[in-house]
């Protein structure tokens, strides 16, 4: 063989080679590469994912807030009419009450002024019914309460009786709507 032609062949050679061997070196770097770019789309993901996951789990904490506050208000609006409509009910029934037991003491007064008269008869009978308006009147004070009011107008009935002292009726019917009003004061 000639010299001219083994050193083409081994130039050749050489340059298959090297063309190989760059190959294989490029393939690494591209494979180094592909694995990076990989790893790093997998952090990315993962960075994405657990952003999303927090953000939904923020949501949901502030969605828990919200109701929880909301359910709050709601409550506390309950409660206050609740309370409003259980002063209403207070006051009226204190309020017949009252009325009631000045309309026994007009009964006491007037068949008290007529003993020894013809219309003796007639004012007990009036009494006597005005005394049971005012007994069932008592018994809505009694439910509605709370106990100090019941405790003031059963004095103020007490004070009604026909051998009641006469002064104590103004003391009792005092005691009775200081304890009332203390009852119809929100708190």
């Known amino acids: ?4 032609v083994l050193t083409a062949l081994i130039a050749a050679g050489a340059a298959i080679g090297g063309g190989a061997l760059t190959g294989v070196f490029t393939f690494a770097a591209a494979k180094r590469q592909a694995d990076a ?14 952003a999303g996951r927090q953000q939904a789990a923020a ?3 502030a969605g828990q807030l919200q109701a929880t506050a909301q359910l709050d208000v709601a409550r506390r609006t309950l409660t206050e009419q609740t309370l409003a409509n259980q ?13 009631r037991t000045d309309s ?5 007064a007037a068949w008290q002024n007529a003993i020894g008269t013809t219309d003796e008869a007639p004012r007990r009978r009036e009494y006597d019914a005005a005394m049971a308006e005012a007994g069932e009147a008592l018994n809505v004070v009694r439910l509605e309460g709370p106990d100090p009011v019941s405790a003031a ?8 009786a026909a051998n009641a002292p006469g002064t104590g009726h103004a ?5 009775f709507l200081a304890a009332a009003r203390a009852a119809l004061t929100p708190a």
Request: hydrophobic share 55%.
């Open 153 to 160: 107008a059963e004095t103020l009935r007490d004070s009604l």
């Open 59 to 61: 949501a949901w904490d």
């Open 37 to 50: 770019a990989w790893a790093a789309g997998e952090r990315q993901a993962a960075a994405a994912w657990e």
């Open 104 to 108: 026994a003491q007009q009964a006491l």
């Open 171 to 175: 003391v009792a019917q005092e005691a």
């Open 1 to 4: 063989m000639d010299e001219a």
């Open 87 to 99: 002063r209403a009910l207070r006051r009226a029934a204190y309020v017949t009450y009252l009325s």
